[in-house]
Every structure is written in C-alpha cells, then in structure tokens.
C-alpha cells in the first residue's frame, strides 16, 4: 500500500520551533478544513501545509517560521531532495508520500 | 516537467542563488568545490607545506570548510597541513554539544584536532562570567576572548594560519553593518580574503563568495554532520536587522549577496581616513591596536571586580587600567600565565 502521509523535516535549527521534533508524518487527511467539507480531487499546497503547520504543530516564535503565508527567508525548502524553487515554490501541489525538509541558514556556523 | 541541469541535462535539484543557473547533484558538488578552489588559486592562500587550522565551531560553515578543504587538499596537491582548532568558550547546554560535533568531524575527516578552553586561557569559563556580570555585556567578552583564542591555539600547535568559515552572506553583511556604523577602516578590511596585520597570525576566508543557501544544500546532500543550535546566552546575537534586511533583499534579487561584497571590495579609501596601527599588547603579548589589548583590559576588570567599567567607553577603561597598575605597582601577570 503507498504511504499516505506527508513526511515534514525539521532540521538545522527550525527542529527547535516544533518541540524538538525532527520529523512529522501528517495524514492528507489532516489538511481538510472541517468547516468546508472535502471535495474530491481537492489538491494541497506546500502553502496549505505552512498553514497546517502554524496552525497545529508550531510551539514558539511564528516569526522566526513564517513571514506572510511563505516561509522566513533564509529557511530553505527541499522537496523530495530537490530545492523547492525548482518545484514551484509554495505552489507546488503535495502527493501522499511526499517528503519535505525545512533547513534553516540562520543558526551560527 | 522537472528541471534539467544546465551542464548535463540530468535531473537539476538545485537552483543557484548567484547565477539562476539550475544544477544537477554531481555538477553542483564538482562546481562549488571548484569555486572555493578558484578562491585560493586567485589569492595565492596556500604554499606546500603550510600548516593551515581550520577554525571548528561544529556549525554548518566551518564543517563545510573543513570538509571542502581535505577534498580540494587531495583533488589539487596543495601539500598544506590541515589541522582542526576549536575554542571552548564553557557554555553548558551549548558549547558541550557542538564540541562533541566537532570531536566526531576529526574521526570523520581524520584531521587533529587541538581544543582550546575559555577557562585555561583566561581562568573564568563563559558560564562563569554570565554568572559575574549577567547577560548585558557578555557578548562583549565572548567576542573578544574567541578572537584571540584562536591564535593562541594556532600558537600552541605551530600553525601559520587559521582559516574561517565566514561566508558570502556574513561578508555582505558585514560590509552593510560598517557601512551603517560609518567604520570605514573596519569597511575597507572586511572584505579582504587575508586579513591580520604584520607579525600576527593570517586568517584566510576561502568561502568568502559561498552563498549560505550552497552551503547548507551541500551539507544537506553530502549529509555532513554539524551542529545547530543558538548559543544559550545571545538567543539573537546572529539575527541583527542587517542580516534580516539581507535575507530579505536575497528572496527578491539574490544576486544582491555578491554584489554588496563587489561595492564593499571596491570602496576607494581616502588617504585622510586614519586607520588604526597594529602593534602588540604589552601585557600579553598578542596582537592589538593598543598598548594593552582588549582580551587584557576585560580580563582585568573581571578579576578586579568591576566588570561594568570595562565594558562602557575603552578609553576610559584604559585610563582606569593605568592608573590601577600604577596603583599595584607595575605588578602584573600575564593572562596566559
Ligand atoms: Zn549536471
């Protein structure tokens, strides 16, 4: 049976915004908003997925995740090890068994 | 339709900040290496047989660095000795782990590693200090007592000189931050690949135009092993508005990254623009514009006490070190003692 679920990575400092947590599995099952009731074929955003994050899984400093509905410059997205700017961005539209990895620049070298 | 390496037409998984250009794993290894390569060829870093330590902090930078330079050692027969330099500033929560970072990239890159301590040097540990002055000034006393820790080390282990992982985006930063506080002597220097004045130890920048974004893609890809987290004692140290401003201005035109260092390289200098003379301390020995360095004058209050004088205006910290020798009649011992 393939994965159903979207595999998100923390690394490079960002795990320290999520608890610590280096890595989530969030069903697609989670992206439905309760209050609009799902249709089918209804597709989902790396941008649906900031939201979800913030909304649910983010513990501190929205600030130092997000800036507007993207990503805070200077954190690097990889979507199935590929740079997201290659994949559309916060557009590119998420498959069950995706894989993307959140790496911050921003902690000290 | 995914993207095509520009110089092989396999799959691209990286788009360059610098250039725009879309790049495949094994092109953007091989051409990131050969950047940094045709950094130390263009400023003639290395003769054969130097002995070179690479400054480790366990951070992405350094670990890169340490890792690019044994490849481009073996690749191209600099003949250099590298060596691994860290400095143990004593920050429990911090420090500790990202030393054991380091302890692991010297198994990993089979390269000595020479540990130097905040405590053997100066007899007070970061965490010691904190608990001294609080967490206002403590920076101050970081900074300063890290920048002439290296040396020290580098002393200790016979090394001709240390190289730093400072990158495209800590230039251009730089550069902005000097640019805004006026320094122009510290403005003309900070884009210089070597810097250290005559008689000191060099310190070279071999990353000085890797953008950030390549390197931690090429730590990423090469899963390399280093350490991120903040310092526990300056949770923001590293997030000035500079380089917010900076990281702004990148997701609009990254190309802005190199050009800020191209302005800060070419800034002409006028010859009225008095710039400061390098000499040595009198006390310890080690490099500074002054007759007694800073790493000296912070020490002094720490032990006298009075830690908040030395902090404020250096001028008057200096007066106060005078007159506070005159005082012990020239009794004095040397830090490293
Ligand atoms: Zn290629």
């Known amino acids: ?109 | 339709m995914p993207f095509l390496c520009k110089r092989c037409s396999r799959k691209a998984i990286l788009k360059r900040p610098k250039t725009g250009d879309t790049l495949c794993k094994e092109c953007f290894f091989e051409l990131f290496e050969l950047e940094i390569h045709e950094t130390i060829i263009c400023a003639k870093l290395f003769k054969p047989g130097l002995k070179v330590a690479v400054g480790a902090s366990g951070g992405k930078d350094s670990t890169v660095l340490a890792h690019v330079m044994k490849v481009l050692n073996e690749k191209y027969h600099y003949g250099i000795h590298l060596t691994l330099l860290s400095v143990d500033e004593g920050i429990t929560g911090y420090r500790d782990d990202s030393l054991e970072t380091v302890k692991r990239n010297e198994q990993q890159y089979e390269l000595p590693l020479k540990i130097v301590s905040y405590k053997d040097l100066y007899g007070w540990s970061m965490d010691d200090i904190v608990k001294q002055i609080g967490l206002k000034n403590n920076c101050t006393f970081c900074g300063v007592f890290r920048r002439q820790a290296l040396d020290r080390g580098a002393t200790m282990t016979a090394v001709d000189m240390i190289l730093t992982g400072h990158n495209a985006d800590d230039i251009a930063e730089t550069v902005l931050m000097n640019l805004l506080r006026g320094d122009i002597a510290r403005l003309s220097r900070c884009t210089a690949i070597i810097t250290g004045a005559e008689g000191s130890l060099p310190r070279a920048k071999p990353l000085k135009y890797a953008y950030e974004k390549e390197i931690v893609m090429y730590a990423y890809f090469k899963k390399l092993d280093y350490f991120s987290t903040e310092c526990v004692y300056s949770p923001n140290a590293y997030r000035g508005y500079a380089r917010t401003f900076l990281k702004d201005l990148e997701s609009i035109r990254p190309r802005c990254i190199i050009d800020i260092i191209h302005s800060g390289e070419n800034f002409a200098i006028k010859s009225s623009v008095k710039m400061a003379a390098q000499g040595s301390c009198s006390r310890c020995g080690f490099i500074s514009s002054q007759e007694v360095c800073k790493a000296c004058i912070l020490l002094d209050g720490l032990n006298r006490g009075l830690p908040r004088l030395t902090t404020g205006k250096m001028k008057k910290a200096h007066r106060s070190f005078a007159q506070n020798n005159k005082q012990e009649n020239g009794e004095v011992t040397s830090p490293a003692d």
């Not at chain 1, 600030?63 to 961005?89: H, S, T």
């Open chain 1, 1 to 109: 049976m393939p994965p159903r679920d979207i595999r998100v990575e923390f690394a490079g400092g960002v795990e320290l915004l999520f608890d610590n947590q280096k890595q989530l599995d969030i069903p697609i099952s989670k992206f439905h908003d309760p209050s609009h009731p799902a249709k089918e074929n209804l597709t989902y955003t790396v941008r649906d997925l900031l939201q979800l994050l913030k909304d649910r899984y983010l513990k501190q400093r929205l600030e130092l995740f997000l800036q507007g509905d993207n990503v805070k410059p200077g954190i690097l997205v990889v979507i199935n090890d590929c740079d997201w700017e290659l994949m559309g961005g916060p557009d590119y539209e998420l498959e069950p068994g995706d894989r993307v990895v959140f790496i911050s620049t921003l902690h000290g070298g």
